[in-house]
C-alpha cells in the first residue's frame, strides 16, 4: 500500500500488572489507506482501546512501529507527538475529557483556539450544531446528559478537521436515534477524514 494514512508493523503493548506483565496487544501489523473506514470489534478487555489509544500516538507501544501521515509516532517525544496531532488527529475518548469550568462551546473552541483557527467559536457552534445541540452550547458538562457530552466530544474532536479520525465507542451513550444520527454525521461524504 502506498502510503498509508496509519500504519502499525509488529506492535506489542505490555503494561505492568500485580500478577506480573500483561500482554495487551500481540504483533500487530495493520495499514489503513486515506479514505478507508476501519472498525475494531471484540469483547471487552480485549485491547481495541488500547490499539486506538496506539493509533493515535497516545499510548507507547512496548515494540514495533506505529507511523501516521508519514511521521514515524514511536520516535517522537511528547511534546513531538502532542504538536502532530493538534489539528491532523481527531480524538474521542470512551469517558470524553471534557473541561468541566468549560461551556460546550468553549469546550469544543479548544483545539481550534490551540492550532490558531480563525473563527474558533463560529466553527464550534457549527459543529454542535451538526451534532444536534445547537440549543446547548452554554451548558456546562454538569448540566448535559451522558449522551449530550458524547456528542461535544464528538465535535470537539471533528471541528479541527482532523486527517485521521479515532473514537472508541463513539455511540456508547446515545439512544438509537442520536446513534444513528451520529454515525451517518461520522461517516457522511465530504468529511476530512
Request: proline content about 5%; overall charge negative; hydrophobic content about 45%.
Amino acid at each position: 500500500m502506498n502510503n498509508p494514512v496509519l500504519a502499525l508493523e509488529d506492535v506489542r503493548l505490555t503494561l505492568a500488572g500485580n500478577a506480573g506483565p500483561v500482554e495487551i496487544l500481540k504483533g500487530i501489523t495493520l495499514n489503513v489507506a486515506k479514505g478507508e473506514t476501519l472498525g475494531l470489534v471484540g469483547p471487552s478487555g480485549s485491547g481495541k482501546s488500547s490499539l486506538l489509544m496506539l493509533m493515535g500516538g497516545l499510548e507507547r507501544a512496548t515494540s514495533g512501529r506505529v507511523q501516521a501521515l508519514d511521521q514515524d509516532l514511536t520516535a517522537l517525544d511528547e511534546d513531538g507527538l502532542a504538536r502532530f496531532r493538534r489539528g491532523r488527529m481527531g480524538v474521542v475518548f470512551q469517558n470524553f475529557h471534557l473541561i468541566p469550568s468549560m461551556t460546550a462551546l468553549e469546550n469544543v473552541a479548544v483545539p481550534l483556539e490551540i492550532m490558531g483557527a480563525e473563527d474558533a467559536f463560529g466553527r464550534a457552534e457549527a459543529e454542535l450544531v451538526a451534532v444536534g445541540l445547537g440549543a446547548r452550547i452554554h451548558h456546562y458538562p454538569a448540566q448535559l446528559s451522558g449522551g449530550e457530552q458524547q456528542r461535544v466530544a464528538l465535535a470537539r474532536a471533528a471541528a479541527p478537521r482532523p486527517a485521521i479520525f479515532l473514537a472508541d465507542e463513539p455511540t456508547g451513550n446515545l439512544d438509537g436515534v442520536n446513534g444513528s444520527a451520529i454515525m451517518d454525521l461520522i461517516f457522511a461524504t465530504g468529511r476530512p477524514w
